[in-house]
């Protein structure tokens, strides 16, 4: 029995329990779908066609003594397995968490999300587009497998803490390392946002630092964000740093529709020696620009064009028109 599966079970266990003592009081079932049809413009080696992005199918087990639990079961795609694998479908743990809350403060153990873009993502309201900036950079992961705290210390101060494993849900525990972070969110007033986070990890012998500055505008009409994040030793290479910018923002034009854009810029530090950054294949910009029209908080469809533009020049650029969906019930 691996360690994964000494503590999916006993949640499994704590699960059936809360779900068989609230027979009055259900829980509810978890889907999410996001969904595309893209047609790439500029670079005729990459593919044409539908593509079905997540598959999100779960359930959430009601509150019992300020207890509950969460599954979700993630159906993921062919492209996020490593290199060299037979190209399939499989599915995998997303979240499978208990979670105790009393007043201003939430403890969640299990697999569950962490909280190094969760904020920003649910800010700009538009993850089944497009990626967060940290994930599509590898500078850490949505969900992992440890301990998170959240408590709210005011109306306006919010701070969390998480205790992870550091190796992302789909992993297992390779190492000795555990990934500590620590984040603080402000909202000062109704319509202004501020997030500050760090996490720090040590892996044979090589410190990974991680910190992240956010900060939002939003009203009944106009959204706007903008973030900044900086990683050492990426890959666990010494001097292999990473830095980068991404801003988001969205126009209300009509009841539930609305214009929006996001432009990321990525970039890495030139190691001791060499003249090029140690990241420069991959280092370039990121365009979103669409119009987005909300049926329901269910459904959302958007008309979006997306563009790759790498800063190497032996690279070409990827421009693509995408019709993006999401179903979440």
Same mark, same amino acid.
Request: charged share 15%; hydrophobic share 35%.
């Given at each position: 029995?691996?360690?994964?599966?000494?503590?999916?079970?006993?949640?499994?266990?704590?699960?059936?329990?809360?779900?068989?003592?609230?027979? %009055?009081?259900?829980?509810?079932?978890?889907?999410?779908?996001?969904?595309?049809?893209? #047609?790439?413009?500029? +670079?005729?080696?990459?593919?044409?066609?539908?593509? @079905?992005?997540?598959?999100?199918?779960?359930?959430?087990?009601?509150?019992?003594?300020?207890?509950?639990?969460?599954?979700?079961?993630?159906?993921?795609?062919?492209?996020?397995?490593?290199?060299?694998?037979?190209?399939?479908? /499989?599915?995998?743990?997303?979240?499978?968490?208990?979670? /105790?809350?009393?007043?201003?403060?939430?403890?969640?153990?299990?697999?569950?999300?962490?909280?190094?873009?969760?904020?920003?993502?649910?800010?700009?309201?538009?993850?089944?587009?497009?990626?967060?900036?940290?994930?599509?950079?590898?500078?850490?992961?949505?969900?992992?497998?440890?301990?998170?705290? +959240?408590?709210?210390?005011?109306?306006?101060?919010?701070?969390?803490?998480?205790?992870?494993?550091?190796?992302?849900?789909?992993?297992?525990? #390779?190492? &000795?390392?555990?990934?500590?972070?620590?984040?603080?969110?402000?909202?000062?007033?109704?319509?202004?946002?501020?997030?500050?986070?760090?996490? @720090?990890?040590?892996?044979?012998?090589?410190? $990974?630092?991680?910190?992240?500055?956010?900060?939002?505008?939003?009203? +009944?009409?106009?959204?706007?964000?903008?973030?900044?994040? /900086?990683?050492?030793?990426?890959?666990?290479?010494?001097?292999?740093?990473?830095?980068?910018?991404?801003?988001?923002?969205?126009?209300?034009?009509?009841? $539930?529709?609305?214009?929006?854009?996001?432009?990321?810029?990525?970039?890495?530090?030139?190691?001791?020696?060499?003249?090029?950054?140690? %990241?420069?294949?991959? +280092?370039?910009?990121?365009?979103?620009?669409?119009?987005?029209?909300?049926?329901?908080? &269910?459904?959302?469809?958007?008309?979006?064009? $997306?563009?790759?533009?790498?800063?190497?020049?032996?690279?070409?650029?990827?421009?693509?028109?995408?019709?993006?969906?999401?179903?979440?019930?």
């Amino acid at each position: 029995m691996n360690k994964r599966t000494g503590v999916i079970l006993p949640l499994l266990f704590v699960c059936q329990i809360v779900y068989n003592q609230t027979v %009055n009081s259900p829980g509810r079932p978890i889907a999410e779908i996001f969904t595309d049809f893209h #047609l790439n413009l500029a +670079d005729t080696s990459r593919a044409t066609g539908f593509a @079905l992005n997540r598959a999100y199918l779960g359930y959430s087990f009601p509150s019992l003594n300020n207890f509950s639990g969460t599954i979700i079961v993630n159906v993921g795609k062919p492209e996020d397995l490593a290199p060299g694998s037979l190209p399939r479908r /499989y599915a995998y743990f997303r979240e499978a968490s208990i979670n /105790y809350s009393s007043g201003g403060l939430k403890i969640t153990y299990g697999i569950t999300g962490t909280h190094l873009f969760d904020f920003q993502q649910k800010f700009w309201g538009k993850r089944y587009i497009a990626t967060t900036y940290q994930s599509a950079n590898g500078y850490g992961f949505v969900a992992d497998l440890g301990l998170a705290i +959240d408590y709210q210390i005011n109306d306006i101060i919010k701070a969390d803490f998480t205790l992870m494993n550091g190796e992302g849900y789909t992993n297992v525990q #390779l190492d &000795n390392s555990l990934k500590p972070s620590l984040g603080l969110t402000i909202t000062p007033g109704t319509y202004l946002a501020i997030r500050i986070y760090g996490d @720090l990890i040590r892996v044979n012998g090589l410190w $990974q630092p991680l910190i992240l500055g956010f900060i939002g505008f939003r009203n +009944d009409k106009v959204t706007i964000g903008a973030e900044g994040t /900086y990683k050492s030793n990426i890959d666990l290479n010494r001097g292999h740093h990473g830095w980068g910018i991404s801003g988001t923002g969205s126009v209300t034009i009509l009841k $539930q529709t609305e214009l929006f854009g996001r432009f990321d810029y990525s970039t890495s530090v030139i190691p001791e020696g060499e003249i090029n950054p140690w %990241n420069y294949l991959m +280092d370039g910009d990121f365009l979103v620009l669409g119009i987005q029209h909300t049926f329901s908080e &269910n459904v959302k469809i958007a008309l979006d064009y $997306q563009g790759i533009y790498p800063y190497a020049t032996e690279k070409q650029n990827s421009e693509t028109i995408y019709i993006n969906a999401l179903f979440k019930f």
